[in-house]
């Protein structure tokens, strides 16, 4: 299986409901480096698995997206707990749609994967992987 990874970050604001989470449910500030891997079992016409550049630029739209807003006040996440795991699916989920629209390109059709890994640490991450 052959990949490559890009990598961006995101800044937000949110605050979580749950005891589990402790002084987390108060709002608070993250800043997640966000690492891109797209997967696929053979290599494209060009020998490659993705256009790297068209890669980095759908990743940056899809993190600017995200970045500088207290995720509590986006409608799409109200009532939504936006824990590291769940914000790792959204943007592989969004990733995905780019593939399937042509935004990675003619040979991005041939990937089989996209995982999403959000660092909120040097010693702490999540990640996501779907199938394509």
Known sequence: MFSVTVRDHIMIAHSFSGEVFGPAQKLHGATFVVDATFKR????????????????????????????RNLDDEGEFAGVNTSTEFLAKVIADRLAGKAESGDLGVGARGL????VTLHESHIAWASYERHL
């Open 112 to 115: 089989t994967g996209i995982a």
């Open 41 to 68: 079992p053979e290599l494209d016409a060009d020998n490659i698995v993705v256009d790297i550049g068209r890669a980095s630029e759908q990743l940056h739209t899809i993190c600017g997206s995200l970045s500088f």
